[in-house]
T-cell receptor, first 115, second 117 residues
């Protein structure tokens, strides 16, 4: 079955610790995305990557870092510099065709709680 | 600037009622794409539809239908004969064209639909 996996589903950390959220896809998609969702809010883009070894900051990149060493994987690190890290994190992927915007497919999400 | 407005924060209906979720967008692009997604209580977003700006035909998929009107910058979503399983948060999104053909999505804040038995 093709899809996007995110692990773990729930993650608990102490303040001051860095934490890495996993995102893997086997859809052969070039583009991958990380979003943050807070209660009652829409999705806010953290980082996105259109191709391996390249990524761009989204609207709220401060306190986060990513890497894209493999096409299938796009891990997100929430650093201690992120002031309000508790949120629901969603990873997505899409095909990439010049001049066309394709739908994004989402993973099940990781709910991060930092205390 | 690009923007998506979903004015209805919450809607509550009784099963079998028809319900329309509104989406109004703003863009200066002549080429753009619009999307609807469903987020059930489990949290994972499910893609429903993609529409490009050159195709104004309405679309029907089972109990779901979409009305795209460029004249009013709206892309409304109607569920006919709603069911309890339709209870979810629904998001409308607009593609944003940046240099280099990198397109980001501009998201509305979502409409929470509760379908009661």
């Amino acid at each position: 079955d093709g899809g996007i996996t995110q692990s773990p589903k729930y993650l608990f950390r102490k303040e001051g610790q860095n934490v890495t959220l996993s995102c893997e896809q086997n859809l052969n998609h070039d583009a991958m995305y990380w979003y943050r969702q807070d209660p009652g809010q829409g999705l806010r883009l953290i980082y996105y990557s259109q191709i391996v070894n390249d990524f761009q900051k989204g609207d709220i990149a401060e306190g986060y870092s990513v890497s894209r060493e493999k096409k299938e994987s796009f891990p997100l690190t929430v650093t201690s510099a992120q002031k309000n890290p508790t949120a629901f994190y969603l990873c997505a992927s899409s095909i990439r065709v010049a001049g066309v915007s394709h739908e994004q497919y989402f993973g099940p999400g990781t709910r991060l709680t930092v205390t | 600037a690009q923007k998506v407005t979903q004015a209805q924060t919450e809607i509550s209906v009784v099963e079998k009622e028809d319900v329309t979720l509104d989406c109004v967008y703003e863009t200066r692009d002549t080429t753009y794409y619009l999307f609807w997604y469903k987020q059930p209580p489990s949290g994972e977003l499910v893609f429903l539809i993609r529409r490009n700006s050159f195709d104004e035909q309405n679309e029907i998929s089972g109990r779901y239908s979409w009305n795209f009107q460029k004249s009013t910058s709206s892309f409304n979503f109607t569920i006919t004969a709603s069911q309890v399983v339709d209870s979810a948060v629904y998001f409308c999104a607009l593609s944003d064209f940046n240099a280099g053909n990198n397109r980001k999505l501009i998201w509305g804040l979502g409409t929470s639909l509760a379908v009661n038995p």
